[in-house]
C-alpha cells in the first residue's frame, strides 16, 4: 500500500535548527517510520533506519508508550498504539474539508460529481463529495465503504502497490461482482493496474454500477493514500469526454497535493 516516506535521516533536518522542538520533530519522525514498516518494528530497526542512538529511541519510545501512542508487544517490539485512532479519524474528516473546494472546482470544470477517497486497511472509504448541478447525477454516500477492484479510486490507490501486496488485499477481501462487468480474477485485476500506470489514469467502466463511468487519479505525496474522482452517467463521461477530463483531474490532484503538504491551510 503507498506510504509517506518519513525523512532519511534525524541529522539531515533542518526544522531543530529554525526553532523547531527537537525531541517532538525524534518522536513524530519514529511514529511515522513506523506507519512505513506495517505500524510494528523493534528498536534496533528504528535506529538502524533513523540513525539515532539505541538509547535516545528507547527514551522517546518510553515516552510515546507512557502517553498511549506507541503499546510495546510482548515480544519486545513496538507497535502504533490506540489514541492515534482518534486522531487519525479527526484529521481524516478534516482532510474531506479541506478537500471540498477542490472537488468543488471540479465539478465546476466538469459538470460531474467529484468525489475523495481514501485507502483505509483492504476498503475504499469515500470521505468527501461534491454533486453534480445535472438533475441526473452521481451520489455516493460519504462514510460508505466499498471494495477497490470495483472502483476507479480503488484503482487509483493500488496503482503502484506492489503485485503481491494487492494479491493478498483481493485474497483476503474476495472478487465479489457487482455488474457483469467488474473484474472478478486478480490477473485481471493487476492487468488494470499496468494500464492506469501506463495512461496516468483509472477508469471504472460500469464495473461498480451500471450505466456510471468513473475516472479517478491519486493525489500524490497526500499524507495519507488518496484519490480524487468524478463519476456520472456513461452517455456524459464518454471516451471524448475523458480526454478532456483527465487533464483537469490531474490539475486539481496536484493542486490539492500541494495544499495538504503544506504547513499553512489549504486553500482552493
Same mark, same amino acid.
Given at each position: 500500500?503507498?506510504?509517506?516516506?518519513?525523512?532519511?535521516? +534525524?541529522?539531515?533536518?533542518?526544522?531543530?535548527?529554525?526553532?523547531? !522542538? $527537537?525531541?517532538?520533530?525524534?518522536?513524530?519522525?519514529?511514529?511515522?517510520?513506523?506507519?512505513?514498516?506495517?505500524?510494528?518494528?523493534?528498536?534496533?530497526?528504528?535506529?538502524?533506519?533513523?540513525?539515532?542512538?539505541?538509547?535516545?529511541?528507547?527514551?522517546?519510545?518510553?515516552?510515546? !508508550?507512557? /502517553?498511549?501512542?506507541?503499546? &510495546? &508487544?510482548?515480544? @519486545?517490539?513496538?507497535?502504533?498504539?490506540?489514541?492515534?485512532?482518534?486522531?487519525?479519524?479527526?484529521?481524516?474528516?478534516?482532510?474531506?474539508?479541506?478537500?471540498?473546494?477542490?472537488?468543488?472546482?471540479?465539478?465546476?470544470?466538469?459538470?460531474?460529481?467529484?468525489?475523495?477517497?481514501?485507502?483505509?486497511?483492504?476498503?475504499?472509504?469515500? %470521505?468527501? #463529495?461534491?454533486?453534480?448541478?445535472?438533475?441526473?447525477?452521481?451520489?455516493?454516500?460519504?462514510?460508505?465503504? !466499498?471494495?477497490?477492484?470495483?472502483?476507479? %479510486?480503488?484503482?487509483?490507490?493500488?496503482?503502484?502497490?506492489?503485485?503481491?501486496? !494487492?494479491?493478498?488485499?483481493?485474497?483476503?477481501?474476495?472478487?465479489?461482482?457487482? =455488474?457483469?462487468?467488474?473484474?472478478?480474477?486478480?490477473?485481471?485485476?493487476?492487468?488494470?493496474?499496468? $494500464?492506469?500506470?501506463?495512461?496516468?489514469?483509472?477508469?471504472? +467502466?460500469?464495473? #461498480?454500477?451500471?450505466?456510471?463511468? /468513473?475516472?479517478?487519479?491519486?493525489?500524490?505525496?497526500?499524507?495519507?493514500?488518496?484519490?480524487?474522482?468524478?463519476?456520472?452517467?456513461?452517455? @456524459?463521461?464518454?471516451?471524448?469526454? =475523458? +480526454?478532456?477530463? %483527465?487533464?483537469?483531474? $490531474?490539475?486539481?490532484? &496536484?493542486?490539492?497535493?500541494?495544499?495538504? =503538504?503544506?504547513?499553512?491551510?489549504? #486553500?482552493?
Amino acid at each position: 500500500m503507498p506510504t509517506s516516506s518519513a525523512s532519511a535521516t +534525524d541529522a539531515s533536518k533542518p526544522a531543530a535548527a529554525s526553532g523547531g !522542538v $527537537q525531541s517532538l520533530e525524534r518522536a513524530f519522525d519514529l511514529l511515522e517510520r513506523m506507519a512505513d514498516a506495517g505500524g510494528e518494528v523493534g528498536l534496533s530497526e528504528l535506529s538502524a533506519s533513523s540513525g539515532l542512538p539505541l538509547p535516545t529511541i528507547h527514551r522517546l519510545m518510553r515516552t510515546l !508508550v507512557a /502517553c498511549g501512542y506507541v503499546r &510495546q &508487544q510482548p515480544n @519486545r517490539r513496538y507497535s502504533l498504539g490506540p489514541r492515534l485512532i482518534r486522531l487519525g479519524e479527526s484529521a481524516s474528516r478534516l482532510l474531506g474539508t479541506w478537500a471540498r473546494p477542490y472537488l468543488a472546482r471540479l465539478v465546476e470544470e466538469t459538470g460531474e460529481t467529484a468525489n475523495m477517497a481514501l485507502l483505509d486497511g483492504d476498503e475504499i472509504v469515500y %470521505v468527501a #463529495q461534491v454533486p453534480s448541478k445535472h438533475s441526473m447525477r452521481m451520489f455516493t454516500e460519504v462514510g460508505r465503504r !466499498v471494495l477497490p477492484h470495483s472502483t476507479g %479510486v480503488g484503482k487509483a490507490l493500488l496503482a503502484h502497490t506492489p503485485p503481491d501486496e !494487492v494479491r493478498a488485499l483481493l485474497a483476503r477481501t474476495g472478487m465479489p461482482a457487482a =455488474t457483469e462487468k467488474t473484474i472478478t480474477t486478480p490477473e485481471g485485476f493487476l492487468d488494470a493496474l499496468e $494500464q492506469v500506470r501506463r495512461v496516468g489514469y483509472a477508469v471504472d +467502466d460500469n464495473e #461498480q454500477e451500471i450505466g456510471v463511468r /468513473c475516472l479517478a487519479v491519486s493525489v500524490p505525496n497526500s499524507p495519507t493514500a488518496a484519490a480524487v474522482s468524478i463519476s456520472g452517467p456513461a452517455g @456524459r463521461v464518454t471516451e471524448a469526454a =475523458t +480526454d478532456r477530463i %483527465v487533464p483537469i483531474l $490531474q490539475e486539481v490532484a &496536484q493542486d490539492l497535493s500541494v495544499a495538504l =503538504t503544506s504547513t499553512s491551510p489549504p #486553500q482552493s
